[in-house]
């Protein structure tokens, strides 16, 4: 079974910091590129971040980036994205997701297979 879930999703205060996760179950992520992609109602989905596995190189929308870091567990087939200075606009179901290539496909898109989404508000 092929599988992708997210966790790590809540409710958190503006500045504060969440880690989301995402866990891969029926094949190893190791091989390929997994992308974060957030969409809030009424919103464009968005492509947060990505990072390849073919070389290890990553990618961070302008909006997240110093402050959004992905990174990979390879030891429990994870890949996270810890979030920090979060802003009321992070709000968003947060998902990831693969095409099955060794590199990020960018602009981030489409992709092939995705998990199954974590909420993340940011309030006050």
């Known amino acids: 079974q092929v599988q992708l879930v997210e966790s790590g999703g809540g409710l958190v205060q503006p500045g504060g910091s969440l880690t989301l996760s995402c866990a891969a179950s029926g094949f190893t992520l190791d091989y390929y590129a997994i992308g974060w992609f957030r969409q809030a109602p009424g919103k464009e989905r968005e492509g947060v971040s990505c990072i390849s596995s073919s070389d290890g190189s990553t990618y961070y929308a302008d909006s997240v980036k110093g402050r959004f870091t992905i990174s990979r567990d390879n030891a429990k087939n994870t890949i996270n994205l810890q979030m920090n200075s979060l802003k009321p606009e992070d709000t968003a179901g947060y998902y990831c997701?693969?095409?099955?290539?060794?590199?990020?496909?960018?602009?981030?898109?489409?992709?092939?297979?995705w998990g199954q989404g974590t909420q993340v508000t940011v309030s006050s």
């Open positions: 997701a693969t095409d099955f290539m060794p590199s990020c496909r960018l602009p981030m898109g489409n992709y092939d297979y």
